[in-house]
């Protein structure tokens, strides 16, 4: 599925090249202007496409990117949380004043169009899939006119395609608002609620966790109960004892419930 995902973002960018180079040789003051290098560290080593957004190279590039989204705003790599719809550019984010998918409309991408050079690709994050066919009718005929490349989705997949054509050094700018109907997965839940430890804490990177793994609920509780820390020490104590003293210790705790239970109706 990622190989899949990579190819398609990997034949996008390649698309673009052509349409900004055919546009570069007709010339005009309104023409593509090709290939805008964003510096990505001291390497020599040539572009190429890069996926990683914790690379050296970007982080020395102080390139702006996308970890997670939800319904009130999105995580940057840094670690920063911006609030609402956001304007990305290669280096910078500012806030996009879109009340709502449907004020996604020509006067509120007005930024994207004054900026020189030209920026070859506009990403454009919708918020939900409904959203996409009735916010690309409304703003295609003004990015034609500026002879701006769109690229449309719902936002989830329009980071994706952010991220990546910033890390491969691309002239992008992208408009992001926040879903508003968004599903969050048990097992996401959990992963991004790693995010709160420090990152010497985490098992392994948040970014690439479940690449190389599959989740296993059962062996992590069993892990979780003889790893003797926090809550299941007493856990991993009491099943140690021996069998008899299981018992004794099981009925002794019993008794006390029901004491406290008798306590408790007494005092109502």
């Known amino acids: 599925m990622r190989g899949s995902r990579l190819r398609q973002l990997q034949s996008i960018v390649h698309l673009r090249r052509l349409a900004s180079d055919a546009g570069s040789r007709k010339g005009g003051a309104d023409a593509l202007d090709g290939f ?15 996926v990683s957004f914790l690379s050296t190279e970007m982080t020395e590039a102080k390139q702006i990117g996308v970890r ?12 920063s949380f911006l609030y609402g719809p956001i304007a990305l550019f290669p280096k910078t984010a500012l806030s996009w004043r ?5 004020d996604i409309k020509p006067q509120s991408l007005s930024l994207f169009a004054m900026l020189e050079p030209k920026i070859d690709i506009l990403v454009i994050g919708a918020g939900d899939k409904k959203n996409i066919d009735k916010v690309r009718a409304r ?7 500026h002879r701006i490349g769109l690229e449309i989705s719902d936002t989830e ?24 109907d968004m599903v969050v997965a048990d097992y996401e839940y959990g992963r991004a609620l790693n995010l709160l430890k420090g990152w010497d804490e985490i098992d392994e990177n948040p970014l690439l966790m479940g690449l ?20 299941f020490e007493k856990i991993r104590q009491r099943l140690l004892l ?25 005092e109502s």
Not at 39 to 50: E, V, Y
Not at 157 to 175: H, K, Q, S, W
């Open 139 to 145: 703003i295609i005929g003004f990015l034609n006119e």
């Open 36 to 50: 805008h290098i964003t510096p990505m560290g001291d390497s020599d080593m040539p572009q190429r496409s890069r």
């Open 212 to 231: 190389n793994d599959t989740f296993d609920q059962t062996g992590d509780l069993i892990k979780k109960l003889w790893s003797g820390k926090g809550d």
């Open 242 to 266: 021996p069998p008899e003293e299981r018992e004794a210790a099981y009925r002794e705790e019993l008794e006390r419930f029901k004491q406290k239970k008798l306590a408790d109706k007494s």
């Open 98 to 102: 879109v009340q709502t998918a449907d």
């Open 68 to 79: 997670g989204l939800s319904c009130y705003g999105f995580r940057m790599i840094d670690g």
């Open 157 to 180: 997949d329009a980071i994706a395609t952010f991220n990546f054509l910033n890390a491969e050094g691309r002239y992008v700018a992208a408009g992001l608002y926040p879903p508003d």
